[in-house]
């Protein structure tokens, strides 16, 4: 090919972007026909079938279970017991083996204005084998219990791998069906990405923390099986001076341990871990970003860490969506965007899982980068290195749907509905992944939004339909 020809394709590949730009500007994206009812979702009373404790003196409650490394060979497994401290030691054994083990955790405590915890136990399981099933009892002689989980395959490029994505679930009528659907789904996520806002305990007086004790009830069904990963919301924060409560996060902090020491994290809100063919980096919102800040100091050296020929999926998840185009939280997440998109782009992050708004929406690839304060370049444009954002703070908590949006619907907003639902990301190799959006209105197989995501690294082709 001689020089002259080489350049005419670019210049080619040049245009056809600048019409796709052009396109991307004149064609809004799709709202959903459906308009839902914007009253609050009802809360399940205490004395719901969720919520009960399992019988039997200082019967461990509350089990759940997360990734406890970097590389997922352990397990944090955490529970309470609420009469007294008692064994802090997990028994476990593999499916192959059968030989028994025990690792001893560390029991915690917590106040909260005139609330005490129950006490709260964590325990790391190390030096677990890949791709095993794994079964493991708490509590002691009075009352055990057995669960068991099944360790990710190697971390590798090709490792197919599932995912479910909640936000903002709380514990609401609406809330039950959003895990229901979760679990009866038939992709059969294998670890939950979660991104923020759990109990909504702070909706009640003094954030009245038994609604933290119910919540961990609730979900047990599912996070005593399968890990669920946590990103730090707006309602973990508890903050509320006016009792003279001013540490920040002190319940969640005490209760869902993250193995953020294992990616040189100096706090529990900003971490990372490999699993099977990702890597998932979970960022806090409610933490400094600035320059200079632990978070944005972490991030910076994070990011070049990432080998995409190891993990091809580069996952973000963080609370406050940067593109939301509903006018609840509207813009809230601007000042986070700023700091850190053209490293997004730069670093080419497939997809960004965002909640905080209580509804769905999906993103175009686009990016809004090039503004400099004197450019006046300050609009989205599409951008195949850039990710696709995805809101889902639509779990179903408390404070109900979000259903007022931005009109026109803005030109990068792919697909937008005040449903509640949950999401499956779907790893089939290090070139394709299928997404799926699914409302608790269907049936439990129905994909209300779906689309094939191609890697950013190994196949950056435009994937979009329009
Ligand atoms: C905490 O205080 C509130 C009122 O301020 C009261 O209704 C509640 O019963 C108290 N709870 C405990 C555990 O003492
Ligand atoms: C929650 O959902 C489960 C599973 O579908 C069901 O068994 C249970 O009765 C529901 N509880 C409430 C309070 O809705
Ligand atoms: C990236 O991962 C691949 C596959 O595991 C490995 O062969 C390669 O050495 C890694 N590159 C770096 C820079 O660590
Ligand atoms: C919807 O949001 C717009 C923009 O924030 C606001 O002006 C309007 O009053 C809202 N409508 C309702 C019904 O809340
Ligand atoms: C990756 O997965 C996609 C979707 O299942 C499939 O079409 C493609 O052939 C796979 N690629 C390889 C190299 O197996
Ligand atoms: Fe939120």
């Known amino acids: 090919m001689n020089p002259l020809s080489s350049s005419s394709i670019c210049s080619i590949v040049i245009i056809s972007i600048l019409v796709s730009n052009s396109v991307l500007l004149c064609i809004g994206g799709k709202t959903s026909i459906y308009v839902r009812k914007a009253e609050k979702s009802v809360e399940m009373p205490l004395h719901s079938d969720v919520f009960q404790a399992p019988s039997g003196y200082n019967a461990p409650q509350q089990v759940h279970i997360t990734q406890g490394d970097h590389i997922g060979k352990a397990v944090i497994v955490s529970w309470v017991t609420q009469d007294e401290p008692r064994s802090n030691t997990v028994v476990y054994w593999s499916e192959n083996s059968k030989e028994k083990k025990k690792a001893m955790g560390k029991v915690y405590t917590y106040k909260f204005y005139n609330y005490t915890s129950g006490y709260i136990h964590h325990c790391t399981i190390r030096n677990l084998e890949y791709d095993t099933k794994y079964y493991y009892v708490v509590g002691d002689r009075n009352s055990m219990r057995k669960f068991w989980f099944t360790t990710p395959p190697e971390v590798g490029p090709d490792v197919p791998y599932t995912f479910g994505i909640m936000g903002d679930l709380g514990q609401t009528y609406a809330s039950n069906l959003t895990l229901t659907h979760y679990e009866k789904n038939p992709l059969n996520g294998q670890a939950v990405l979660f991104v923020g806002d759990l109990s909504y305990a702070d909706n009640h007086p003094n954030h009245d923390n038994v609604r933290w004790d119910t919540w961990a009830r609730f979900v047990e069904r599912s996070v005593a099986y399968q890990p669920w990963i946590w990103t730090a919301g707006n309602h973990e924060i508890d903050f509320a001076p006016e009792i003279g409560e001013t540490k920040p996060f002190k319940p969640y902090t005490h209760r869902y341990h993250v193995p953020y020491r ?54 973000v998840l963080m609370h406050s969506p940067w593109y939301n185009s509903y006018s609840y939280h509207y813009m809230e997440g601007e000042t986070m965007r700023v700091m850190y998109e053209p490293w997004f782009v730069e670093h080419k992050v497939d997809i960004v899982l965002s909640g905080h708004v209580h509804a769905y929406e999906r993103s175009e690839r686009i990016s809004n980068v090039a503004y400099n304060i004197v450019n006046g370049i300050c609009s989205p444009v599409k951008d195949q290195s850039a990710p696709i954002y995805i809101t889902i703070g639509d779990g179903g908590n408390i404070e109900g749907l979000a259903n007022n949006m931005t009109e026109p619907q803005p030109e990068y907003s792919a697909y937008r509905e005040a449903s509640f639902g949950h999401a499956i990301f779907d790893i089939k190799n290090r070139t394709h992944a299928h997404y799926s959006w699914h409302r608790n209105h269907d049936g439990y197989a129905v994909e209300a939004d779906s689309m094939w995501f191609f890697n950013r690294f190994w196949n950056p082709v435009d994937e979009s339909s329009r």
């Open 262 to 315: 294992a990616s040189q994290s100096t706090a529990p809100f900003w971490y990372s871990i490999k699993r099977a063919s990702t890597y998932i980096i979970v960022l806090s919102s409610y933490s400094a970003y600035g320059k200079y800040t632990p978070q944005n100091q972490w991030l910076e050296q994070e990011l070049p860490k990432v080998n995409r020929s190891e993990t091809p999926w580069l996952i």
